[in-house]
């Protein structure tokens, strides 16, 4: 059985970093095919992907945050570390992390290349974060 | 601005079926699988269905989730109260810079 629990502080000052880690169970970050991401929801809003690691060390970024987020593994404690930067009272959401599965093969994007389709199927119960203003 | 569109809001009756739709473009939905995640108000999102119509063990058949072109849908029936929540579909965005994970804005479900 797959678990992940989200661990943090529930208050963060403006222009400090958040830092959050992941603790997990059920499975090992060394298995090929496997991931874990991060993902959040402000309250009252929609889900937001911030980012993802793979077994094998790769890191996605959202495209928004990328110049303030940094994602690590640590294969030993069965921990992902979050690390977001210059927080801002914007910030303020439930902290999800995710297990994230290889689907199927199959062709897709931009250039029609086969790829893995890869998709997060657990979630922790989240953690939230408040920055004041 | 979510970069998948769903209708705010969506309502039926107890045993009535629902339709949720979730609109994307050719980078995202027309060329990838999608999902779709249940999430009662509190909790964590749930995995209802994936690659576009999968569902994961647990999950019962009255949930279904299609895709044509640039459009996925998920349709509920036989409703039941239990299933008020809302409703998110998601994908990959992709371009020839790099992929990112998208959602929907979020469909949210009403049981009369």
């Known amino acids: 059985q797959i678990t992940l629990k989200e661990s943090g502080p529930t208050l963060v000052k403006p222009t400090q970093t958040l830092t959050l880690t992941c603790t997990f169970s059920?499975?090992?970050?060394?298995?090929?095919?496997?991931?874990v991401g991060w993902l959040r929801q402000p309250p009252g809003k929609a889900l937001e992907w911030l980012t993802l690691i793979y077994w094998d060390d790769d890191a996605r970024y959202s495209p928004f945050l990328r110049s303030r987020l940094t994602i690590t593994k640590d294969t030993s404690k069965n921990q992902v570390v979050l690390r977001m930067t210059n927080m801002d009272p914007v910030d303020t959401a439930t902290y999800f992390c995710?297990?994230?599965?290889?689907?199927?093969?199959?062709?897709?994007?931009?250039?029609?290349?086969?790829?893995?389709?890869?998709?997060?199927?657990?979630w922790g119960k989240g953690t939230t974060v408040t920055v004041p203003s | 601005q979510s970069v998948l569109t769903q209708p705010p809001s969506v309502s039926a009756a107890p045993g009535q079926k629902v339709t949720i739709s979730c609109s994307g473009s050719s980078s995202n939905i027309g060329n990838n699988y999608v999902c779709w995640y249940q999430q009662v108000p509190g909790t964590a999102p749930k995995l209802l269905i994936y690659e576009n119509n999968k569902r994961p063990s647990g999950i019962p058949d009255r949930f279904s989730g299609s895709k044509f072109d640039m459009s996925a849908t998920l349709d509920i029936t036989g409703l039941q109260t239990g299933d008020e929540a809302s409703y998110y579909c998601?994908?990959?965005?992709?371009?020839?810079?790099?992929?990112?994970?998208?959602f929907g804005g979020g469909t949210k479900l009403t049981v009369l």
């Open positions: 059920g499975f090992s970050l060394s298995t090929s095919g496997v991931g």
């Open positions: 998601g994908t990959w965005d992709s371009s020839l810079s790099g992929s990112w994970w998208v």
């Open positions: 995710a297990h994230i599965q290889r689907g199927s093969y199959h062709k897709g994007g931009p250039l029609g290349n086969y790829y893995y389709f890869y998709y997060m199927d657990v």
